[in-house]
């Protein structure tokens, strides 16, 4: 048989003097072969398990870390409030003398306010863009996302939070540790994002965005309010 070692013993005559128990002898080469196959077939259970349990390891961590997020854009473009501006003085007409009673111009509706406003610093990826509060005609609150840039990844949250803004990896975990308002997953990495703030979120108290990412507990970028 393949792979099995042959007896080096050599085949004797029965010896008379000997008892008939100590003239039968197993071949040695039949227990030699014997104990390869059973070698060898735990030797391929074994490479069989393992690389099932590398390839189950590695689907779980491509699921996990989907690291080929970081290869791909997604770019959003919302429609940006516009702030109410007073036109210049050249542009405005001229008053006239009237005979009649004076009538004041309708004051027009009032259009969204800005509240608060930051710019992106990178934490754990390269992120830049301008985060602000408004406050819209009907009393909502919306925090706007413009020309943000930064990086896809799994679960990236928006949220408001009390955390400071603090530069480099010394900044990267600091919003975990502080309260926050969780607003949506990150509609995108690239372009200019709307998000609505709930009912009764009072913008003082927040001073900072984050964009964190919930699967590694790290944030990519964050914005410190002025």
Aim: charged content about 15%.
């Amino acid at each position: 048989m393949p792979g099995c070692r042959a007896s080096s013993a050599v085949s004797r005559l029965p010896d008379p003097d000997l008892g008939a128990a100590a003239r039968v002898r197993p071949d040695s080469s039949f227990v030699n072969c014997e104990d390869d196959v059973v070698l060898t077939l735990l030797s391929r259970r074994v490479v069989v398990v393992t690389a099932g349990a590398v390839a189950a390891l590695l689907v779980a961590a491509l699921v996990v870390f989907k690291p080929w997020l970081l290869f791909v854009s997604t770019t959003v473009n919302d429609q940006l409030p516009v702030t109410a501006q007073s036109a210049p003085a050249g542009d405005r007409p001229a008053a006239t003398a009237s005979s009649g009673p004076s009538s004041a111009a309708p004051s027009p509706e009032p259009g969204p306010a800005l509240l608060r406003s930051g710019t992106f610093i990178s934490h754990e990826h390269e992120t830049t863009g301008q985060a602000s509060i408004y406050r819209l005609a009907d009393g909502s609150l919306q925090l706007v996302l413009a020309d943000l840039r930064t990086s896809n990844g799994p679960d990236v949250r928006v949220w408001l939070s009390t955390a400071p803004v603090i530069e480099g990896k010394a900044g990267w975990h600091v919003a975990g540790q502080h309260d926050r308002v969780d607003l949506a997953p990150l509609k995108g990495n690239r372009g200019n994002q709307v998000y609505p703030l709930p009912a009764g979120t009072d913008p003082s108290r927040w001073t900072s965005v984050v964009l964190w990412c919930d699967d590694f507990d790290v944030s990519f970028g964050a914005a410190a309010f002025s």
